[in-house]
């Protein structure tokens, strides 16, 4: 492995919005730190340690209350990592599962009681897939009793493929970043548009991160138009994330500029309650 990549700003910009009370981060991750939590050998690079310490501390600068951490293969299948950022903020910060689809039930009972909420899964171009949409359906009818949900970060190329399959889901399905299209090719391009009609179906719901994934160049112009078209037409089922700390990027963002876009994204005051606030307290249940 070469040296350990840095993905993050240690002292992004100070927000000028003030974010409502109770409001959620939908979408992070952590690192580390190694020596405590072992990165996998399977990994695809290394990266600076990015613990929760450093995670709390930004969010206390961004004036965010609650939050959901997203186990990555940085860790592997190992979730020790989320379960322990979890133990240090108890009922604020939840968890969403790396596991394989004959993952135990009783397992997947100790998740759901150590305060995971769902389980993740990709369909993304080049990235092998170890499960088959139908195994993911199959998991999912055992999650309903745990009141878990499935997680995809699924490219917008596949969302007509796979909807008559995902669509069978009996729990939520969370579909990440907005499904990475390339923003240059427009909203009405036939990827997105297949995308948000996942959204008309029942149960599908969508974290409106990513602007800066889907548009690489800040201000995320392009990628708050395509934000702001999702909140628009679907306001019960965005919910909104930074993505810190921002691993596979082709750039380091200012999580205080991912905020302040909110102000464009959700210019309404009961909108940016809304999806900050309202609708990841129905999908996560937070205690606290």
Not at 74 to 80: A, E, T, V, W
Not at 157 to 173: Q, T
Request: aromatic share 8%; hydrophobic share 40%; proline share 9%.
């Amino acid at each position: 492995m070469t040296a350990p990549i840095l993905t993050y700003m240690p002292d992004p910009s100070s927000t000028k919005l003030k974010l409502p009370a109770g409001s959620c981060d939908s979408h992070v991750h952590i690192f580390g730190p190694a020596k405590q939590f072992p990165y996998a050998p399977t990994r695809s690079f290394t990266p600076v340690d990015a613990p929760k310490e450093a995670l709390f501390a930004l969010h206390k600068k961004l004036g965010i209350d609650r939050c959901v951490i997203v186990n990555t293969l940085i860790h592997g299948l190992d979730n020790s990592v989320v379960e322990d950022a979890m133990r240090a903020a108890p009922g604020r910060y939840l968890g969403v599962a790396l596991v394989k689809v004959d993952v135990s039930d009783t397992e997947l009972k100790r998740l759901a009681a150590a305060g995971f909420r769902g389980v993740r899964f990709h369909f993304m171009p080049g990235q092998a897939v170890d499960e088959t949409p139908q195994e993911i359906i199959a998991l999912s009818k055992r999650l309903a009793p745990l009141g878990m949900h499935i997680q995809v970060q699924l490219h917008a190329m596949y969302a007509k493929e796979l909807m008559p399959i995902l669509k069978e889901s009996p729990v939520p399905i969370v579909m990440d970043h907005m499904g990475r299209v390339d923003a240059k090719l427009g909203i009405e391009h036939e990827y997105f548009q297949d995308y948000c009609r996942l959204l008309d179906q029942p149960g599908f719901m969508v974290k409106v991160s990513g602007i800066d994934r889907i548009d690489s160049q800040p201000p995320y112009k392009l990628g708050i138009e395509f934000a702001r078209y999702l909140v628009r037409n679907f306001t019960e089922k965005c919910i909104w994330g930074t993505d810190w700390p921002h691993p596979n990027h082709t750039h380091i963002p200012d999580d205080g500029m991912l905020v302040d876009s909110l102000a464009k994204i959700a210019p309404k005051p009961d909108i940016l309650h809304q999806i900050m606030v309202d609708n990841p307290q129905r999908l996560y249940r937070f205690t606290a």
